[in-house]
T-cell receptor, first 117, second 116 residues
């Protein structure tokens, strides 16, 4: 499976500020997925990011709050803007390709644990 | 829309014993995949096993196997010879195919504790 890294692994932020989370994959992939996992909860898809086009957001998530960049086929960023304590979550990125082959299985990065005070 | 239900918030099992985690789902689709992921305290989401809906044979991966009942929309995970390292949150997940954008719909999870 693809090797995925995320930065930062964790952060503590003040309300009203923004944090950008990076996701790096060791091979080129078409789609990258961003998920949120609120404390004690399951994973919820935020958006799907394709290179060269705007991200597709799920119901309940908007670009102004969670802007996403996808500058190339191995990298994506998710920004959590104007943060409030309710944004405290683990944010995970995932891909469904490995070595250029579509696997129809998503593999996840290690996650970013965000705490907003 | 698809829904995935895990009715067991917590379970425990003795080391070396067998445990079964339950999952049911609701969909009108005929072609889909089902997954079990584990999330240990490190929070890394790790794929445990995958089942294609068109396959009648239940998937197995070493000590992990599933009981897939398509008509009943049931997808349980059996862990044999449980080990302390199996302690984790286990999530059942659904992916619609094709044309589903490869989106995963997750259940609420079952926290499994393996005890000595």
């Amino acid at each position: 499976s693809a090797v995925i890294s995320q930065k930062p692994s964790r952060d503590i932020c003040q309300r009203g500020t923004s944090l950008t989370i990076q996701c790096q994959v060791d091979s080129q992939v078409t789609m990258m997925f961003w998920y949120r996992q609120q404390p004690g909860q399951s994973l919820t898809l935020i958006a799907t990011a394709n290179q060269g086009s705007e991200a597709t957001y799920e119901s309940g998530f908007v670009i102004d709050k969670f802007p996403i960049s996808r500058p190339n086929l191995t990298f994506s960023t998710l920004t959590v803007s104007n943060m409030s304590p309710e944004d405290s979550s683990i944010y995970l990125c995932s891909v469904d390709e490995s070595a250029g082959v579509l696997t129809d299985t998503q593999y996840f990065g290690p996650g970013t644990r965000l705490t907003v005070l | 829309a698809q829904t995935v239900t895990q009715s067991q918030p917590e379970m425990s099992v003795q080391e070396a014993e067998t445990v079964t985690l339950s999952c049911t789902y609701d969909t009108s689709e005929n072609n889909y995949y089902l997954f079990w992921y584990k999330q240990p305290p490190s929070r890394q989401m790790i794929l445990v096993i995958r089942q294609e809906a068109y396959k009648q044979q239940n998937a197995t991966e070493n000590r992990f196997s599933v009981n897939f009942q398509k008509a009943a929309k049931s997808f349980s995970l059996k862990i044999s010879d449980s080990q302390l390292g199996d302690t984790a949150m286990y999530f059942c997940a659904f992916m619609k195919l094709p044309g589903g954008g490869n989106k995963l719909t997750f259940g609420t999870g079952t926290q499994l504790k393996v005890e000595l």
